[in-house]
């Protein structure tokens, strides 16, 4: 069974604080993706990436990072996480294979609360 | 810039047939995809349209107008566990693009 995981469910940090969110993925996808989601907003991209070490910026890239130095795990870091960072946090993988690229598998999601 | 537009809340009844619309506004377009999502869920593909025309895949269809920038998913047969949230989403250059989401409360 295929399978994108996220590090936490639930998580809450208080402002200023680094927050790492973890996503691994099993099916030795090519890209992979990070998107917060908030009620009335749909699923906003923050980053993706493409390959190892690469990186792309989606819509909403201020105040976050990523990091990928292994094809199956991709990081997001809040910096310095503030309260308009609350949010859904979703991760997702795709392959690039032919007729399957347009077919993302989505993360539980982690729960973000900044105090 | 991508923009995509659905309606936020659709009602409907067991057993009736509902169709959720999305126009789309982008510079660039592969494909419209369809994503369900239930409460407290992680959002799972539905299906994929490339091509002008009607996909079929069991209950559920979806269509695409790429001269209109203008899709729909249809559902048949509706049935309770159909309640949830359904996006609709541009592909495009190895990204993809979502709607804010239409919420489907099916009703007995």
């Known amino acids: 069974d295929v399978k994108v995981t996220q590090s936490s469910r639930y998580l809450v940090k208080r402002t200023g604080e680094k927050v790492f969110l973890e996503c691994v993925q099993d099916m030795d996808h090519e890209n992979m993706f990070w998107y917060r989601q908030d009620p009335g907003l749909g699923l906003r991209l923050i980053y993706f990436?493409?390959?190892?070490?690469?990186?792309e910026k989606g819509d909403i890239p201020e105040g976050y990072s990523v990091s990928r130095e292994k094809k199956e795990r991709f990081s997001l870091i809040l910096e310095s996480a503030s309260t308009n960072q609350t949010s859904m946090y979703l991760c997702?993988?795709?392959?690039?294979?032919?007729?399957?690229?347009?077919?993302?598998?989505f993360g539980p999601g982690t729960r973000l609360t900044v105090l | 810039g991508q923009s995509l537009e659905q309606p936020s809340e659709v009602t409907a009844v067991e057993g009736a047939i509902v169709q959720i619309n999305c126009t789309y506004q982008t510079s660039g377009f592969y494909g419209l995809s369809w994503y369900q999502q239930h409460d407290g869920g992680a959002p799972t593909f539905l299906s994929y349209?490339?091509?002008?025309g009607l996909e079929e895949t069991g209950r559920f269809s979806s269509f695409l107008s790429r001269s209109d920038s203008y899709g729909y998913l249809l559902l048949q047969e509706l049935q309770m566990k159909d309640s949830a949230s359904y996006f609709c989403?541009?592909?495009?250059?190895?990204?993809?693009?979502f709607g804010s989401g239409t919420k489907l409360n099916v009703k007995p």
């Open positions: 990436s493409y390959d190892v070490k690469m990186k």
């Open positions: 997702a993988s795709s392959s690039t294979h032919r007729g399957q690229e347009n077919e993302q598998f």
């Open positions: 349209n490339a091509l002008d």
């Open positions: 989403a541009v592909y495009n250059f190895n990204k993809f693009y």
